[in-house]
C-alpha cells in the first residue's frame, strides 16, 4: 500500500522557506551543515538510505524526484534564486545538502525512526526550526 507521503503544506513551506533564503539563512543552513558533518556522516548516510528505500517501497519515487529537481531549480540550475546564486560553492552547496536531508526527511518520515528523522533533518532545522521543534537551534557564535 503506498504511503501519502509528507503533506503539501509541509512541501510548500519547505519551498517557501527556501525561496527567501537570504545570505544568512543559508550561512545558517551551511553551518548546520557543518556542525553534522564534523559529528560524522555515517548515521546521516544511514538514514539516507532508510529514507530511500522508504520511499521506493511507498510508491514516492516520481513525487520525490519531481520535488527533488525543484530544489535544485531553485539552488542550483542556471534560473537559481539570486541568494543562492551569491552564494555559490563551498558554503551554498552545504546549504544545499542541508535542504535535500530536510526534504528527504519529510518525504520518508512516517517510515524512518524519531533518531533517523532527526539525522536527515538536523542541519537545515538550524534555520528552520519547526523541522524539529522540540530541539532548540544551537547558538552561533558571531
Do not use: C
Not at 546521516?44 to 530544489?71: C, K, N, S, T, V
Not at 518525504?107 to 538536523?122: D, K, M, N, W
Not at 542541519?123 to 547558538?139: Q, S, Y
Amino acid at each position: 500500500m503506498a504511503s501519502s507521503g509528507p503533506t503539501k503544506q509541509e512541501l510548500d513551506r519547505l519551498a517557501a522557506d527556501l525561496r527567501v533564503f537570504d545570505a544568512n539563512g543559508i550561512e545558517r543552513a551551511a553551518w548546520g551543515w557543518d556542525r553534522h558533518e564534523r559529528r560524522g556522516l555515517d548515521a546521516y548516510h544511514a538514514a539516507e538510505r532508510a529514507a530511500l528505500a522508504a520511499i521506493e517501497q511507498q510508491d514516492l519515487g516520481p513525487r520525490w524526484e519531481e520535488f527533488r529537481r525543484m530544489l535544485f531549480g531553485l539552488t542550483e540550475a542556471p534560473g537559481a534564486l539570486v541568494s543562492w546564486k551569491a552564494r555559490h560553492g563551498q558554503l551554498g552547496h552545504k546549504a544545499e545538502s542541508a535542504a535535500f536531508g530536510a526534504a528527504l526527511g519529510l518525504f520518508a518520515r512516517e517510515h524512518l525512526t524519531p533518531g533517523q528523522y532527526a539525522s536527515l533533518v538536523e542541519p537545515m532545522a538550524e534555520a528552520l526550526p519547526w523541522l524539529l521543534p522540540d530541539r532548540a537551534p544551537e547558538p552561533r557564535a558571531p
